[in-house]
C-alpha cells in the first residue's frame, strides 16, 4: 500500500503519540501491582511513597534532571568535537524539548494513577489482590511497557528522559547502550533501596516486580520489533515499504 508523506507523517507522530499513552499506562500499573516497580521510575516512587508527594510531579522532578544531565554530556561532547556541530544542535534542541513531553507524559501517569486501584489493597478479597493476579497484572503491565517503549522510540522523535540519558551516558562514556542501561538500571535500584533503608527500615518500591521489568521489557521490546519493526518504520515513512 502507497503512503502519501502527509499521511507517513500522521502516522509517525500517532504512533509516537500512542506509544507514549501505552508507556505511561505499563509504568502505571507497574506500580500498582505491589510487586515492586521498575527501575528508571523507582526512585521517584519511593520518594511519593515516602513523604506523600504526587507521584507524577516527583518524576516529572527527575526527569528533569536527566534532561539536564543530558544537556550537559551533550554540550561537553560538542566542545570536544565529538559530535559534528549540526548534529551536536540537533541533539541539543531534542533535549529541551524533552521538557514539554514529561510535563505531558508524567500528566498521563496522574492520571492512570487515579484511575488503576491498588491491587493489595483495593482488589483484596479478589482474584487480582491474590499473589497469582497481582503477577498477571505486573505480566500485562511489562508488555505495554515493552511495546509503548518501542513504538514511541521507533517513530525516531523526543525521545523519553529514561531513554535520553541513557544514550547520552552511553554517547559520553563510549560503552555500549545495552551495558549502559544495566548500570543505570542498578543505580536507580541502589538509590532507591538506599531511600528505603535509611528512611523507614525498610525497601519502598523494590520487589519481584522490579527484577521482572529489568528482563521482561527489554524481551517485549525485542519481541516487538522482531514483529512489527520494519512495517512501522515503512508506514511512518522512515524507510522504504
Not at 26 to 48: E, R
Not at 207 to 224: E, K, N, P
Request: hydrophobic letters at 50%; a positive charge.
Amino acid at each position: 500500500m502507497h503512503f502519501t508523506r502527509s499521511s507517513s507523517t500522521i502516522f509517525r507522530w500517532s504512533a509516537y503519540l500512542l506509544g507514549l499513552l501505552i508507556l505511561a499506562l505499563g509504568i502505571s500499573m507497574n506500580t500498582k501491582a505491589g510487586l515492586g516497580v521498575s527501575p528508571i521510575i523507582s526512585v521517584s516512587f519511593s520518594v511519593s511513597s515516602i513523604w506523600s508527594h504526587n507521584f507524577g510531579n516527583i518524576t516529572l522532578v527527575l526527569y528533569t534532571c536527566f534532561i539536564l544531565v543530558e544537556v550537559v554530556l551533550h554540550s561537553m561532547l560538542l566542545r570536544r568535537g565529538k559530535l559534528p556541530g549540526g548534529m551536536g544542535r540537533t541533539i541539543l534542541l531534542l533535549d529541551a524539548l524533552q521538557f514539554p513531553l514529561s510535563l505531558v507524559f508524567t500528566r498521563f501517569l496522574n492520571w492512570f494513577s487515579v484511575w488503576l486501584p491498588d491491587l493489595p489493597t483495593d482488589c483484596l478479597g479478589t482474584f487480582w489482590g491474590t499473589l497469582p493476579g497481582q503477577v498477571v497484572f505486573l505480566a500485562f503491565a511489562i508488555v505495554f511497557t515493552g511495546i509503548g517503549a518501542a513504538l514511541s522510540l521507533n517513530m525516531r522523535l523526543i525521545p523519553n528522559p529514561g531513554d535520553g540519558i541513557v544514550q547520552a551516558i552511553s554517547d559520553f562514556s563510549g560503552k555500549s547502550v545495552g551495558l549502559t542501561k544495566n548500570c543505570f538500571d542498578i543505580t536507580n535500584v541502589a538509590i532507591t533501596t538506599s531511600i528505603g533503608l535509611l528512611s523507614t527500615g525498610h525497601l519502598v518500591g523494590i520487589g519481584l516486580g522490579t527484577i521482572l521489568s529489568m528482563i521482561g521489557v527489554g524481551r517485549v521490546i525485542a519481541l516487538f520489533n522482531h514483529l512489527c519493526f520494519q512495517k512501522t518504520l515503512a508506514l511512518a515513512g522512515l524507510q522504504p515499504s
